[in-house]
């Protein structure tokens, strides 16, 4: 069963480093997102991203982040210069078409990303 | 603004019987969808049901079902004879119908399943 990968399970890294976060979605899917949850928070939307562009994002995603679909597989979450707050675990989603005609989507199994 | 709220954030029930996990939602939208999502420990989300608000029948999925009430914006998720790999976090999400699609999830409900 087609299902979205993300690396790494776990990254640990120094406050102000950058830090790429990534995500192959499903194959033939058209929709990608990036969610967070920090621990013991609701799991809060990022950013959405279709036809290699960003269609919504949300109050949390500025300037220090950017995503990218470098190759047509990978979906990439760049942090330039992390924060303490940033710690969180940051989950990839993926979904076939947009619409309400296809509502399910596909969650990797998230990012714990630690900075310290 | 759309908020999901879980009341719940650990429960637990016996195995083989019957748990209700709560969920209750603020919006203005008139139609919109909401889903169960269940996350075992270390793996990713996996959709357990999900509800169109525009129909008024529950949804059912096997031993899973809802009890959707549009008035009260409230949106139970019932599981029956429960089994250890029932044993996860639930997350109950909220989606309008524009295009960006994006969900609007709860803190969560971790649900243990004793044998």
């Known amino acids: 069963e087609p299902e979205v990968t993300q690396t790494p399970s776990h990254q640990v890294t120094q406050m102000g480093q950058e830090v790429i976060l990534r995500c192959v979605p499903i194959?033939?899917?058209?929709?990608f997102y990036w969610y967070r949850q920090i621990l013991g928070q609701k799991v809060e939307f990022l950013v959405s991203?279709?036809?290699?562009?960003?269609?919504?994002k949300s109050e949390i995603f500025d300037d220090q982040f950017s995503v990218e679909r470098p190759d047509g597989s990978n979906f990439t979450l760049k942090i330039r210069s992390t924060k303490l707050e940033d710690s969180a675990m940051y989950f990839c989603?993926?979904?076939?078409?947009?619409?309400?005609?296809?509502?399910?989507?596909?969650f990797g199994q998230g990012t714990r990303l630690t900075v310290v | 603004a759309q908020t999901v709220t879980q009341s719940q954030p650990e429960m637990s029930v016996q195995e083989a019987e019957t748990v209700t996990l709560s969920c209750t939602y603020d919006?203005?939208?008139?139609?919109?969808?909401l889903f169960w999502y269940k996350q075992p420990p270390s793996r990713q989300m996996i959709l357990v049901i999900r509800?169109?608000?525009?129909?008024?029948q529950n949804a059912t999925e096997n031993r899973f079902s809802v009890n959707f009430q549009k008035a009260a914006k409230s949106f139970s998720l019932k599981i029956s004879d429960s089994q250890l790999g029932d044993t996860a976090m639930y997350f109950c999400?909220?989606?309008?119908?524009?295009?960006?699609?994006?969900?609007?999830f709860g803190t969560g409900t971790s649900l243990t399943v004793i044998p």
């Open positions: 194959s033939n899917h058209l929709y």
């Open positions: 989603a993926s979904r076939a078409t947009g619409g309400v005609g296809n509502t399910e989507a596909f």
């Open positions: 999400a909220f989606m309008k119908t524009n295009t960006g699609n994006q969900f609007y």
């Open positions: 991203f279709y036809n290699n562009e960003i269609s919504e």
């Open positions: 919006t203005s939208e008139s139609n919109y969808y």
């Open positions: 509800q169109e608000a525009y129909k008024q």
